[in-house]
């Protein structure tokens, strides 16, 4: 893939534009803040439930605090290191209203993400989604790194960066709509 070819679809119609967008492993060189400004406010078109708009957005900087963030994470080993901002998806617990809706915080987080990285690709920031499926005690210690609220509950964390002018992207082949789809007559 050629910077070029992955930011061909930027102005085409939804599908290509969607298909377009895939996670990037490969960064060569910084972001800037303004379109990490833009993406966030792009995002912000993601529906929620009341529109109460839980997630927040946390953008690290710093190289020896994403250095450290990035040793607690799994998944960003060979690529991580190139990144040149970290993204901490959150979501507000006080946009809550009550016991039964509490997992909602996942859903009202995710799409807003998945809108966070169309965002950010319509900006052409190049971004990898990185799972934050740890233990309480990693996640006291990003805490301990960067200063979350306690209210705000560790969703997902995007690895950023400029996309280097030649790169390889993962296939990532799709299930067949057959398998996804149940059509109930
Ligand atoms: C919640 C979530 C967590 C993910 N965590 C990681 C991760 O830790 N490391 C990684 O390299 N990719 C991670 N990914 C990226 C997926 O592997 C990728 O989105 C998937 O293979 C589809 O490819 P695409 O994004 O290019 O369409 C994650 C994606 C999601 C949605």
Excluded at 15 to 27: C, D, G, L, N, T
Aim: neutral net charge.
């Amino acid at each position: 893939m050629t910077r070029e070819q992955y930011y061909a679809h930027l102005e085409s119609a939804f599908p290509e534009f969607s298909a377009s967008r895939h996670s990037v492993r490969h960064f060569n060189g910084p972001v800037s803040l303004e379109q990490i400004e833009q993406a966030v406010s792009l995002a912000r078109n993601a529906p929620s439930a009341c529109n109460r708009q839980h997630a927040r957005v946390h953008c690290i900087c710093d190289k020896e605090i994403r250095e450290k963030v990035l040793s607690l994470q799994n998944g960003n080993r060979g690529f991580g290191h190139l990144a040149d901002k970290l993204l901490i998806i959150t979501a507000d617990l006080h946009d809550i209203r009550w016991e039964e809706e509490r997992n909602d915080l996942y859903t009202n987080a995710g799409i807003f993400l998945m809108n966070l990285c169309y965002a950010l690709h319509a900006n052409k920031v190049a971004h990898c989604l990185l799972n934050w499926s740890v233990s309480p005690f990693r996640d006291i210690l990003l805490r301990k790194l960067v200063s979350i609220p306690d209210h705000e509950t560790v969703i997902c964390i995007l690895a950023c960066g400029d996309c280097p002018e030649q790169f390889s992207l993962a296939a990532s082949p799709r299930k067949p709509v057959s398998e996804i789809l149940t059509i109930h007559r």
